[in-house]
């Protein structure tokens, strides 16, 4: 779709000096042009060195058994130090969140939470996450041009939060209003906030309002919703405002964000190998397996970054003590040492698993099988109901080197 | 070659021959046992390979070591039990032919 700047990217990619890379910038991303330059990267500097960004001097690595070996030495690759993100919160309007914590601390309060996505409790909310995905599906016209992100992704990531929450279902714009808050840059002109003040000013807001119902949740006996598992918690009954903002916020986006752009990356993808998915419309059995793939392929967070605690070596780099270290999924997700034909989609691609969309190790995303679980009824249901859903023109993408997302994708269901 | 027998949350039994040095977790996967998922294919990174360890077999197999990856991998699993194990950790030995290990309702 992009095929001029892609032209661009990839002679860029090959010409420019290796010390001139910096893949923080987020129209990589928002262009959708940054697989030549990672692809460069994982093959003439996987573990490299930008002395100079936006953010402060940080380090790459960009293959897939790289960032493994990041994602597992928790005690040399810290997330409390410097959180996860390569652009740090500026010092006085941090908020910590259990993302951002080490053990011990993450350990107990993501203990907290992790019940909610326990597999009995995933059974439960099948039914009800059927039935609306089904009533979200009949509503959508036929053979007029729709916005697929408006219309499907975001209504029904939107009342999976408000059930994951117990929250306010009329309210619950409020809940997806506080996500795109939380992930925005700030740069970006159609950012619901322009400064961190502001951000942080919104989502005390948001602290405010839940602080309301965490209240109300603490007084009446423990229920499956995440407010009333944080406010019965012996780690996060009693969580000062800064740190309540910061889970609230992990906790919106994380259910929220990532699995909506999956669902809009997934039919994109499908649109842009179309033998995909005349394999999916004649063998539905294919969904399980093409979830996880969907998944790897969209790479719905981009990056997570870790701090070095003690000088270290990775891929035979020394890295020092106290480095800003980048894990880039969207380059580990492509890496063709660890994927075969990494950027194609493969519906029936074997150990489709096998990807860094969810992290690895004490991080690694806890709704990671309630997002396969809201895929999977998706296309479960859109299969059946549905001819090929096409996508009319370019989908547009989110200015962020954090959350790979889409703004808006036009699509047509034909009659 | 020593055999091991997996037996799924719905009862159903799958008894699989693993080579002396290969992963449980392994035998499971290259044998298409359903229910065990092994996302991160044996890094100790994911807790998708989650066993229970049948009671008979505890002693031989022993306990994941506190503070280790495994054990806080499992500690993060809902459906974790006192004789929970993550099947790549466990290594295939003539001495554990006949091994028996129960899956959970899921892996997460």
Known sequence: MNA???????????????????????????????????????????????????????WSVSRYKDIMHCEVNHAVFSNEIGGIQVEDQPANLQRPSFIRMDPPRHDEQRKVVSPIVAPANLANMEPLIRSRTQRVLDELPRNETFDWVEHVSIKLTTMMLATLFDFPFEERGKLTYWSDVAIANVNAPDAPVHSEQERFNELRNMAEYM????????????????????????????????????????????????????????????????????????????????????????????????????DTEVAGTHIPAGAKVVMWYVSGNRDEDAVEEPDRLIIDRKRPRQHLSFGFGIHRCVGNRLAELQLRILWEEIVQRFPMIEVMGEAKRTYSNFIHGFRSMPVRIPN | MPKVTYIE????????????????????????????????????????????????WLDRIGLPVPGSQEASML?????AQPNSRLSCQISMTEALDGLVVKLPEGQH
């Open chain 1, 4 to 58: 001029p700047v892609a032209i661009d990217a990839a002679s860029d990619a090959a010409s420019r000096p290796l010390d001139a890379f910096d893949m923080s910038d987020p129209r990589y991303y928002q262009d959708d042009t940054y697989r030549p330059y990672f692809a460069r990267l994982r093959r003439e500097a996987p573990v490299h060195f930008c002395g100079q960004s936006a953010y402060g001097p940080y």
């Open chain 1, 211 to 310: 602080s309301r119902l965490f209240e109300e949740r603490r007084n009446q006996p423990p229920k499956f919703d995440l407010l009333s598992m944080l406010a019965h918690g012996s780690s996060t009954r009693e969580m000062p405002l800064r740190e309540f903002m910061g889970n609230l916020a992990l906790l919106i986006v994380g259910g929220n964000d990532t699995t909506r752009n999956s669902m809009t990356g997934g039919l994109l993808a499908l649109n842009e190998f179309p033998d995909e998915y005349r394999k999916l419309l004649a063998n539905h059995a294919l969904i399980e397996n093409m979830v996880p793939e969907i998944i790897r392929y969209v790479t719905p967070v981009i990056h997570m970054r870790r701090t070095t605690t003690q």
């Open chain 2, 9 to 56: 949350f719905n009862g159903t039994p799958h008894t699989v021959d693993v080579p002396v040095g290969l992963s449980v977790m392994r035998g499971a996967v290259d044998n298409n046992v359903p229910g065990i998922d092994a996302d991160c294919g044996g890094e100790c990174a994911c807790a998708t390979c989650h066993v229970y360890i049948e009671p008979d």
């Open chain 2, 75 to 79: 500690s993060f699993a809902a459906v």
